[in-house]
């Protein structure tokens, strides 16, 4: 089995034992563990560091991104506008409507250091049958790695590499408080992120 496979596989067994100790509910629909093992071998649960940028630049309303590491890692780093739900606080009923009835109306995004942790809340979620649920594929380590700190593409790169590069300093521009927006956007209305440390948000892979 591959180290990605073998992830995926540890991933699965963490989130069937957290599942475990769910309460029974009648009229929730549970997704087999191959299922969801599909939908993210294929990553359709993943949502891009581009595409994030883009939304929340857009200030689209349907948006919300659920951040799942610590009340601590939390303070130190956060994108605009997200919610800290710690991981082990994912099955506490005060976060049932938020996670379950608002399922047609957000498009959720979970959110950690990198992808383990959010993936894992993830799981949980989806194999109760809640929907629109995502994963920010890379982390906030790939965030810093597009977004705050993009790296300029080798001159024999394509030019897709170039016009991706040139696409992430606006993102750059728009998330540090740069002078310059994207397009025609005001970013007065997005928070600034705070950047207390050069070398992205701390904790690991997780």
């Known amino acids: 089995m591959s180290k990605p496979l073998r992830i995926l596989a540890v991933i699965v067994i963490l989130a ?10 009648n009229n929730v629909v549970q997704l087999d563990a191959e299922e ?10 993943m ?3 581009d595409n994030l940028a883009k939304m929340l630049i857009e200030k689209d309303p349907t948006l919300l991104i659920i951040d799942v590491r610590t009340a601590e890692e939390f303070a130190e780093f956060s994108l605009p506008g997200s919610m800290n739900i710690p991981l082990e606080q994912i099955l506490n009923p005060d ?21 383990s942790k959010a993936s894992e809340a993830w ?3 989806r194999r109760q ?29 394509d ?30 209305a997005v928070p600034t992120i705070n950047i207390k440390k050069k070398k992205g948000p701390s904790g690991g892979c997780g």
């Open 159 to 188: 030019t897709k590499a170039m016009a991706d590069y040139q696409r992430r300093l606006g993102f750059q521009q728009f998330f540090t408080g740069g002078k310059a927006s994207v397009g025609s956007i005001d970013n007065s």
């Open 95 to 115: 976060w049932k409507d938020l996670l379950e009835d608002f399922a047609g109306v957000y498009h959720k995004v979970f959110v950690s250091n990198g992808t």
């Open 47 to 49: 949502e891009s560091v």
């Open 36 to 45: 969801i093992m599909f939908e993210m071998k294929t990553e359709s649960n």
């Open 16 to 25: 069937g034992i957290s599942i475990a100790f769910l309460p029974e509910r």
């Open 123 to 125: 799981m949980i979620c």
């Open 129 to 157: 049958g809640f929907k629109n649920n995502y994963v920010l594929k890379g982390g906030l380590n790939e965030w810093f790695n597009l977004v705050i700190h993009p790296e300029k593409p080798k001159s024999t790169e």
